[in-house]
């Protein structure tokens, strides 16, 4: 146990006491890390590979493929420390640029589209991002909003006239998105192009923060995060949705700042804004590859502009509200990243492109995680059901000293890099969830790039009734049961097939542990009744008026269609009761009161209620909630309040879904 006590006691006393986002430190860190897996690796090859008779039995071909697999995990580790090494929080610098940049007069600031592509989205969830489009903190005649209607509605196109956004066609769907924005470029003229996906709302101060960039004449693209006003499924099937983040945060908080640090930041669609003179160098948006957003970077890289990422919440949008809507996108950004590899214009064959730019964006990611996941689930039911053990003859000592540093090294630094984003119990058990579904993409990628068209990601349907992923749960039993029945039959001499080796131990822990996050995967199949419903924490002092009395409240939630008000006192109002609600800055509501909870010690009087608005009080209503006044983020996380919501999930009765 030396080793891993050295790895722990590295961690506790110097790397958790240094500046997490000071490069110095986290190069230091990400060095260590990379030694400790260097170790292992060496171990790994001289010692438990090589030495193998070279018989061309199974135990010496899985020997090799686990360690070949394991070589490409440790490529991937090793490109993940690289990036990670570094970054950056461009903050500043665009607090700086937007001072000089908005100091000039207001003739001379430069033109804007605003590109909305969109396929089959209702108005519900248009409405939203073009009202915001419209709303957004820049001269009105410098900056256009055009929706790109592929599936060319009549009723879209009044809206749009209605508003005041320029609704566009085409004669066919050729090219799918890129398509669709390559024919905006056609109709529109711009300095600037800032596109956001149908269901995205830009906020207000949107342009104020990106565009000063640009008089930076090498930056092509600036792309923001994107952050999420509902939860994903797995926030819900989990039962985790107010103390675990989106899954996308790991991405957009963390490993997005570090890529800028390294100028290999990439765009990923909506919520960026492009230059229209180095979109008009690489020819327009590429279309050869269904993520057309991470080619337009590489095709500008080839050009010589970069892609700046700003690491501020400048807009919010729909998760993919559905495991099938969660699988259409993650398979399109697997296969897409994948594609890349064989076009002449990705990170192999693309020219002006440096050595480092070309690994930087080769898709390893894709192509090891799910690979390196299932590994990881097979190698203990191998072993239990053949006796084929992953490496040759070694013992449980060399094991834990090679082997254990290496994971807790990994899991320590992502808990210093990552400290709100990362759970090693609930990361794994959605990363092997996706396995199930997404290794199969990998594999039909590498095989056959092409040929697969370009899949919307529903948006705006919710999730009203519960649903039941059967291929991945069934997928998930079975591989408990190989593995629990693995750790049965070996228990008993007679049946045992492993008798007394040295990796027995090991395997039984390696199995229980793979049994356990088996478990919490299992969950995630089953899908709960989930309302598109998107409330937002509020606390916004009201004057509530119902019959001839006022009363003075707060509202604590609201949302486009209804809220929530607490009470000093008991209101003595009740359902059906009609009443009128007076905020700062909202629009005078007439509401209907639906509920109520009488107050307690702890939570005061609260009553629910329901309005219906329409005209320029929704509109009004959507810029007020949805433009940069609130957000649904969760800053930190609650590790007790995680497991104890799994331990209920697993073993106590699921509760339905509470949009407060």
Not at 98 to 111: H, M, Q, V, Y
Request: glycine residues 6%.
């Amino acid at each position: 146990m030396a080793p891993t006590l050295v790895v722990a006691a590295v961690f506790l006393v110097f790397i958790t006491n240094w500046p997490r986002q000071r490069s110095w430190s986290r190069a230091i860190a990400c060095a260590f890390v990379l030694a400790v897996a260097i170790r292992y690796l060496l171990w790994r090859f001289f010692y438990t590979v090589l030495p193998h008779p070279a018989d061309g039995s199974f135990a010496f071909i899985w020997t090799w493929t686990v360690f070949c697999v394991e070589l490409g995990a440790f490529a991937d580790i090793l490109h993940f420390l690289v990036v990670m090494s570094r970054s950056v929080d461009r903050s500043a610098e665009a607090n700086r640029r937007e001072k000089s940049f908005f100091a000039r007069p207001t003739e001379e600031l430069p033109t804007v589209d605003v590109f909305i592509p969109t396929y089959n989205e209702p108005l519900d969830v248009l409405e939203r991002t073009i009202i915001g489009a419209l709303a957004l903190d820049y001269p009105r005649d410098k900056f256009t909003v055009y929706v790109l209607d592929d599936k060319r509605r009549d009723w879209l196109k009044t809206y749009c006239e209605e508003k005041g956004a320029i609704h566009v066609t085409r004669p066919d769907n050729s090219h799918a998105k890129a398509g669709n924005m390559n024919n905006g470029l056609k109709v529109s003229s711009g300095d600037f192009i800032a596109i956001f996906d149908a269901d995205f709302v830009p906020y207000r101060n949107f342009l104020r923060r990106t565009l000063p960039f640009f008089t930076d004449p090498t930056i092509g693209i600036v792309q923001t995060p994107q952050h999420f006003f509902n939860k994903d499924p797995v926030q819900s099937n989990l039962s985790l949705e107010k103390v675990w983040p989106d899954e996308q945060r790991l991405f957009f908080d963390e490993m997005a700042a570090s890529r800028d640090a390294w100028d290999v930041s990439f765009c990923c669609g909506s919520c960026s804004i492009a230059r229209r003179a180095a979109l008009d160098v690489i020819g327009g948006f590429p279309h050869d590859s269904i993520t057309e957003d991470l080619l337009t970077t590489l095709a500008m890289l080839n050009r010589g502009y970069k892609t700046r990422y700003l690491n501020e919440r400048l807009s919010m949008g729909l998760a993919a509200e559905n495991l099938k809507g969660y699988f259409v996108q993650r398979g399109r950004w697997c296969r897409g990243g994948i594609q890349t590899i064989y076009l002449h214009n990705g990170p192999l064959r693309g020219p002006g492109l440096t050595l480092f730019q070309r690994v930087m964006f080769l898709p390893l990611s894709w192509l090891m995680q799910y690979t390196t996941r299932f590994i990881i689930l097979v190698v203990p039911a191998v072993y239990l059901w053949t006796g084929a053990a992953p490496l040759f003859i070694t013992g449980t000592q060399d094991i834990v000293s090679y082997q254990l540093p290496v994971v807790a090294a990994y899991f320590l630094l992502m808990g210093w890099l990552t400290p709100t984003r990362y759970l090693p119990l609930v990361s794994s058990a959605v990363g092997t969830f996706a396995t199930f579904r997404m290794l199969p993409v990998v594999v039909s990628s590498v095989i056959k790039p092409f040929g697969v068209p370009f899949r919307v990601t529903p948006k705006g349907s919710g999730n009203e009734e519960n649903a039941f992923d059967a291929y991945t749960f069934f997928s998930i039993a079975f591989w408990i049961a190989v593995t629990a029945l693995g750790l049965v039959i070996n228990i008993v001499p007679e049946w045992s097939r492993i008798g007394d080796s040295e990796f027995s131990l090991v395997s039984a822990y390696w199995a229980a542990l793979n049994i356990l996050v088996l478990l919490v995967a299992a969950l995630i199949c089953f899908e709960k009744s989930r309302p598109l419903l998107d409330s937002f924490a509020t606390d916004e002092p009201a004057r509530i008026v119902a019959s001839e009395q006022a009363l003075s409240a707060r509202i604590v939630s609201l949302s486009l269609d209804r809220g929530v008000a607490a009470f000093p006192i008991d209101p003595g109002l009740r359902a059906g009761d009609r009443i009128w609600i007076e905020m700062e800055r909202f629009p005078h509501l007439e509401a209907r009161v639906e509920g109520m909870a009488p107050g307690t010690r702890r939570r005061p009087a609260c009553i629910s209620f329901s309005y219906a608005l329409g005209g320029a009080c929704r509109d009004a209503m959507i810029v007020r909630l949805y433009t940069g006044q609130y957000s649904q983020d969760i800053d930190g996380i609650d590790k007790s309040a995680i497991f104890g919501g799994l331990w209920s999930r697993l073993f106590g009765r699921s509760r339905t879904y509470d949009p407060a």
